[in-house]
Nanobody
Framework: QVQLIESGGGLVQAGGSLRLSCAAS????????VGWFRQGPGREREFVAA????????VYGDSVKGRFTISRDGAKNTVYLQMNSLEPEDTAVYYC??????????????????WGQGTQVTVSS
């Protein structure tokens, strides 16, 4: 069992940046693929980014490509989501998710076994 805790959300103006963190406890996180998802008001949950357990492979949703970067620090058992050039459309609750897996990343929410509680990101225009 692994517990995931997101942090770093908040209120930012359009064009600004935030860095979200997903800290894991309970198990060594380095054998887990991790994804970030978001759910905005009145919207379905949307894939944002994912990273393989090694950190060598990453993938992004079309709406965030070129603006967001996912990375991980094995020593800190933490995965990050650096969000730049934020837009009001990025307003959502952001969730990180984990799956015990070697080599691969996953983009479907149903593939993940563990979820954090979410952190709110609000981008003002």
């Amino acid at each position: 069992q692994v517990q995931l805790i997101e942090s770093g959300g908040g209120l930012v103006q359009a064009g600004g940046s935030l860095r979200l963190s997903c800290a894991a406890s309970g198990r060594t996180f380095t054998t887990y693929a991790v994804g970030w998802f978001r759910q905005g008001p009145g919207r379905e949950r949307e894939f944002v980014a994912a990273i393989s357990s090694s950190g060598h492979a990453t993938v992004y949703g079309d709406s965030v490509k070129g603006r967001f970067t996912i990375s991980r620090d094995g020593a800190k058992n933490t995965v990050y989501l650096q969000m730049n050039s934020l837009e009001p459309e990025d307003t959502a609750v952001y969730y990180c998710a984990g799956k015990a897996a070697i080599m691969y990343y996953y983009i479907a929410s149903r593939d993940y076994d563990y979820w954090g509680q979410g952190t709110q990101v609000t981008v003002s225009s």
